[in-house]
């Protein structure tokens, strides 16, 4: 029998396990006990190659013909590297190739047959039938080891022929193959392998068996093992197969390719929770919210009626009768409620929804300010014994929106001030590591960002679980929608099909707190206006707690099944005229704000027309000045107290969708680049978002009321004339320049914008002061000219507990430092016309490289080189675990005991007390005979896990 389940993220193990950073700890939940749940990771011990594992062959090759359509192009030097790439692209059915121009069509369809000049053509059948990778015995030997997650496609290089939509990096397809044993006492149990997501389209074959097919990138899903034949226990060998399809997608940016996001191996018993069934929320009623002095504080609801559901499932071959238990715990473990099922009687291959419902007093709420967090522990019992359980972590929480007044939660007004963002970036690509996820949560919550867009396709959970800690909210977002045409391409998947997709969205995610609303497509890929009810009407059926909106404003047609009209790049008016015409419809800029700029490219240096900065330094295409551009379009919704907020596009640069050659990176990012590193319009959000945002806003993130001034530019002699111009953005009332200790004049700064002054150039101290409306300095920032002499530093972005990430590194084979490398002057300060190449190398300890990048645009050089240039004197290098030393020994054991090729990448340390070694990482300039060394503490602790130290940042 062949099984397919759609899983809700992390939650087919354990919330608790996925709020611990996806920690591969053998999970392992005692109750009254009879067969306990175990867990493993299974993103180790994997080897991939990249191309087709079929073995197509070129068939008849046909001169001045053409056959087939659709598809893509490349270049070919003759018509059979053509038709070897056809053969290699699994689907690909028909190929021609250009004599004249060497263009190779590779197609996806064999119709319409025309002669044509200068043509050789042929064709290839489909992928059929059992590759042979998929059986035991196989030689893949020369297929590369990785650990999962892992970017198949981001390895290859970048060339200008290839798609500028994907980063000029070529879509490809590949597989992944992994050798397993089973424990001889899981024999009898249930069996399923989580897939968070395989991009694109996954075939999955277990012992030379066919098991599934999947064919959305984003969504999750489960692969049951124990009813596939010839599954072997005992310590004997079983072969999994992952056939990827990468070679096409909808998308017009770089999604990446493969084994992206975690895998993990669940055993427990035949009569179990569903994996993605799982569901906890409350109702909250307006009159019982009881609101505290402080949004900081937090708010109480006397009384929430708490709906706890599961769906239990029997794979016996007869019948049972279960229970379903669900104790409900606050965030210090404290049962605040416990409730019990009658028992129900399940058929042997069947499933029962158990809907129970607990009243609840004096409760936390949920909150941006306050995000407290319950636990509630769902537990199967068969005759009185617990045989599996499975924790989901929530919060109980009111979310209203009003068509004149905007959203309010807990009865508190909130506006939102959120990003957009696409699931890449430089380095490590569509394979995000959880830390680093954090990191970037923490990075838009630091400048007052309150909520964050999943554009454009369901998110890896860690991102939900970490702003569900953290108090951000979430719009989360569907990839495909209203049939064949989309908006970046063709979906190869049914309507059905779509409409599926979004019900595995809502079942995955539904019960994350942070979830405001649904979204069903973006722009013109909402254009099947008639999909929109039945879109809506299988996200009510999956939740029906929350409203639905989509990125576009179509017409009637849609807007008459959205409980939120979404808006994309639109004017004031747009708003106006809608709130006339729908004045009950409440609306929200789920998209805006077109500004381009690059880090570290002063406005004053750069310049202002693209074609001559490219022509100046080929891939400077703009400056970093982008506050006008900024303020006049977030101020658009800002203004407007009846739209209930606005999301920029973007936080952070991304990898495709570039505006033209040589640059690979969407450059709108205004918070941080596609390394990471912040970029000068995050400090004026910081300036607006939250420094000018009062601490009794309940939609201001519980971070210090602090002020802030912030110089925009570096301090470095003008290109032309002796002046430089300087720009300043704070948000208190005055700001003073000075030269040197000499004052430059002061400013009064206006509402949401930036003070300029003119300042003759000299070697020195810039310093920009910022003044209350006492007169009384109360902060300020500093530019120093660039000076003699070079050095490097080394520091942690993440994990540092600067940044909000953390201290120390986690020994449990996956978790990432984020390294910042700089090259500074002899006084230490950064030298921003630096590109000397840093090169990187593990002097000791249980660490690897995994990628770089420096944040530019057109930056080339491929993800995992240890050799990058500095751009403005920055560097970036991702550091992995290779250890898994973290949990019990036991479970250490199981997991070498189950990956036959424990050691291949990562090394599972099956000793009673594992070694806690620091990683120590060079860095090196050889031009500039430059050294240096960071130390990256590690540990062993759960509580030291990226998931756990998010939990404790409120």
């Known amino acids: ?49 990249l191309g087709s594992v079929y073995n197509r062959q070129c068939g008849v090759i046909t001169k001045d013909y053409d056959i087939g359509q659709g598809g893509s192009a490349i270049t070919a030097n003759s018509y059979g590297e053509c038709c070897d790439a056809c053969a290699k692209d699994t689907s690909c059915v028909a190929w021609d190739w250009a004599t004249d121009t060497h263009t190779c069509w590779l197609k996806d369809n064999m119709d319409g047959n025309v002669s044509k000049s200068n043509r050789y053509t042929g064709t290839i059948p489909p992928p059929a039938g059992t590759p042979p990778a998929a059986l035991p015995g196989y030689n893949a030997d020369n297929w590369t080891q990785v650990d999962a997650p892992h970017d198949m496609l981001l390895d290859q290089p970048v060339e200008f022929a290839n798609k500028q939509a994907q980063a000029n990096i070529a879509r490809s397809n590949g597989a992944y193959r992994k050798r397993f044993s089973l424990p001889t006492e899981w024999q009898g149990k249930a069996l399923w392998i989580y897939f968070q997501a395989i991009y694109h389209v996954a075939t999955v074959f277990v012992n030379g068996h066919l098991v599934t097919k999947h064919d959305n990138g984003y969504t999750s899903f489960a692969v049951r093992l124990d009813d596939v034949p010839n599954l072997v226990y005992g310590g004997g060998e079983n072969i999994l197969l992952v056939v990827v399809d990468a070679s096409f997608g909808s998308e017009w940016w770089y999604p990446g390719g493969g084994l992206f996001r975690h895998q993990q191996l669940v055993a427990t018993h035949p009569v179990h929770l569903h994996p993605d069934r799982a569901w906890a929320h409350g109702v909250v009623a307006s009159a019982n919210i009881v609101q505290r002095v402080s949004p900081s504080q937090g708010h109480l609801a006397t009384s929430v009626s708490a709906v706890l559901e599961a769906t239990v499932v029997n794979w016996q071959t007869s019948s049972a009768s279960a229970v379903v238990r669900a104790t409900v715990l606050d965030n210090t473990s404290t049962v605040v409620a416990t409730v019990t099922s009658n028992a129900v009687s399940i058929s042997a291959g069947g499933k029962a929804v158990v809907t129970q419902t607990a009243t609840i007093n004096n409760v936390e709420l949920w909150s ?200 994309s790049h639109k004017h004031g008016n747009d708003f106006d005229e809608f709130h006339q015409l729908y004045p009950h419809k409440p609306t929200m800029a789920t998209e805006c704000c077109s500004c381009f700029s690059q880090r570290g490219e002063d406005a004053d240096l750069t310049p202002a027309d693209k074609t001559a900065a490219n022509a100046s330094r080929p891939g400077l295409f703009y400056n970093n000045l982008i506050q006008e551009c900024t303020a006049s379009q977030v101020n658009t919704t800002d203004s407007r107290d009846y739209v ?243 949990g019990s020994q036991s479970s250490r054991l199981r997991l070498s005991e189950v990956d036959l090729d424990h050691d291949s990448v990562t090394k599972v340390d099956t000793s009673a007390t594992p070694s806690v070694d620091a990683i120590v990482l060079q860095a090196t300039v050889p031009s500039l005979q430059l050294s240096t060394t960071l130390t990256i503490e590690t540990s062993v602790d759960v509580d030291d896990l990226a998931g756990a130290v998010a939990r404790r940042v409120i």
């Open 644 to 886: 209930s907020g606005t999301f920029v596009w973007s936080g952070f640069d991304y990898m495709g969708e570039a505006q033209g050659w040589p640059q690979i990176i969407k450059c709108r990012g205004t918070i941080a680049d596609v390394a990471g590193f912040p970029k000068e319009t995050g400090a004026w959000f910081k300036a607006w978002w939250l420094a000018n945002i009062s601490t009794s806003d309940a939609g201001r993130p519980n971070l210090p009321q602090d002020d802030t001034v912030y110089i925009v530019e570096s301090w470095q002699p003008p290109v032309n004339g002796s002046n430089r111009t300087i720009h300043v953005y704070s948000n208190l009332p005055m700001i003073e320049l000075r030269l040197n200790g000499n004052s430059q004049g002061t400013q009064a700064m206006p509402f949401f914008g930036m003070v300029t002054f003119t300042v003759p150039y000299q070697p020195g101290e810039l310093l920009a002061v910022g003044y209350d409306s006492a007169g009384t300095a109360v902060a300020n920032s500093t530019r120093y000219s660039p000076g003699s002499g070079y050095a490097l530093q080394l520091s942690l972005d993440a994990p540092s507990p600067t940044t909000g990430t953390g201290s120390r590194l986690v020994l449990d084979g996956e978790d990432t430092a984020m390294v910042r490398c700089t090259i500074v002057d002899s006084q230490g300060h950064t030298i921003p016309s630096a590109t000397h190449n840093v090169t990187f190398s593990i002097l000791s300890g249980p660490g690897r490289v995994i990628g770089t990048h420096n944040g530019d645009p057109a930056s080339h050089v491929v993800a995992s080189s240890l050799t990058r240039p500095a751009y403005h004197g920055l560097v970036r290098a991702f550091v992995r675990t290779t250890t898994v030393a973290i």
């Open 368 to 567: 941006v300010p306050r995000p407290y967090l319950y636990t509630v522990e769902f537990a199967v019992l068969l005759n009185d014994m617990v045989v599996d359980n499975q924790s989901v972590s929530t919060g109980f929480r009111k979310v209203d929106f009003d068509a004149d007044r905007g959203m309010f939660v807990n009865n508190q007004h909130v506006k939102v001030r959120g990003m957009c963002d696409h699931s890449n970036l430089g380095g490590v690509g569509a394979a995000v590591p959880d830390r680093v996820n954090l990191y970037r949560v923490q990075l838009l919550r630091n400048v007052g960002v309150n909520a964050w867009r999943m554009a454009h396709n369901p998110p890896v959970a860690v991102r939900l679980d970490y702003m569900d800690a953290l108090g951000m909210l979430a719009l989360d977002e569907n990839r495909e929608f209203g049939g064949a045409k989309q908006q970046g391409g063709t979906s190869n998947e049914t309507s059905w099909e779509q409409l599926q997709d979004m019900a595995d969205l809502v079942l995955r995610d539904r019960s994350h707190p942070s979830i405001m609303a649904w979204s069903f497509c973006n722009e013109v890929g909402c254009d099947n206006e008639t999909a929109a009810a039945s879109f809506r009407n299988i996200t009510y059926q999956t939740d029906g707690t929350r409203p639905v909106t989509q990125n576009h404003h179509g017409t009637k047609l849609s807007t008459q099944f959205l409980d939120i009209q979404g808006f």
């Open 1 to 49: 029998m062949l099984l397919e389940l759609p899983l809700w993220g992390i939650l087919g193990i354990s919330r608790l396990t996925t709020m611990q950073s996806m920690c591969w700890i053998l999970l392992t939940i005692t109750a009254t006990a009879v067969a306990q749940r175990e867990t493993l990771s299974f993103d180790f011990a994997w080897r991939y190659t």
